[in-house]
């Protein structure tokens, strides 16, 4: 078992963040840029004390799904893989697909066993992966995601992304976003993943 204070759970925006209970916590900002950037430099920070290192990274935060899955808002939605939608490269010069460490997906799904499992793409641009053929499965799309367990897979960090589902990713007027839900659900179960990681994670 791990300490919570070990564990950093990071989002885009403060309504995505529950209040700290005993974790650390980065508001990393909206983008892969700003969330890549901030996640790195929280980790450099925390690791210049080496008890201060976190050794283990949960990001969380709302998302959309296309329309045809017809997932309902306020689903809960575990990472089985992150990819980066807006980078089509060959990947022998950047990574587009992380998967997350065995022992948090473990952990997140005891915690969360009602919850979805899925891909979750990552696309600067809002309805991003709209575009993209959803033969490839990769039907939830976010903003950050890729972006923040990159960084934590650069500082050799585990790392999960889980999210909870505001609309659909076609709909373009966001008066229709279950906002309210969304950011309740994903600040509700923060504890219980932070707690099933804990105890399923040797000390380091």
């Known amino acids: 078992m791990i300490d ?9 925006t403060e309504r995505e963040l529950a209040a700290p209970q005993g974790w650390l916590t980065l508001r ?10 901030a996640t790195a ?3 450099a920070t925390a690791a ?20 045809a899955r017809a997932v309902a808002p306020g689903t809960l939605v575990i990472g089985s893989e992150s990819r980066y939608c807006d980078l089509t ?12 460490h065995a022992a948090l997906l473990q952990a997140a799904t005891r915690a969360l066993p009602d919850a979805l499992v899925e ?9 991003g992966i709209g575009g993209i053929d959803d033969t490839k499965g990769c039907d939830i799309e976010a903003m950050e995601g890729f972006a923040v367990l990159r960084a934590a897979e650069r ?15 076609e709909e373009r007027n966001r008066s229709r976003w279950h906002f309210d839900q969304a950011f309740a659900a994903i600040t509700t179960i923060t504890a219980r993943v932070v707690e099933e990681i804990a105890r399923g994670l040797p000390d380091a």
């Open 48 to 67: 210049a004390i080496a008890e201060h290192r976190p050794l283990a990274l949960v990001h969380v935060g709302i998302a959309g799904a296309r329309r």
């Open 41 to 43: 430099a929280a980790i």
């Open 89 to 100: 490269i060959d990947p022998q010069w950047a990574p587009s697909r992380l998967t997350p």
């Open 4 to 12: 919570r204070a070990r564990i950093l759970v990071v989002a885009a």
């Open 28 to 37: 990393c900002g909206v983008g892969p840029v700003e969330a890549a950037i």
């Open 155 to 169: 500082a050799g960090i585990p790392a999960i992304e889980i999210r909870v589902i505001s609309n659909d990713i």
């Open 119 to 127: 891909c979750i793409g990552t696309s600067a641009q809002v309805g």
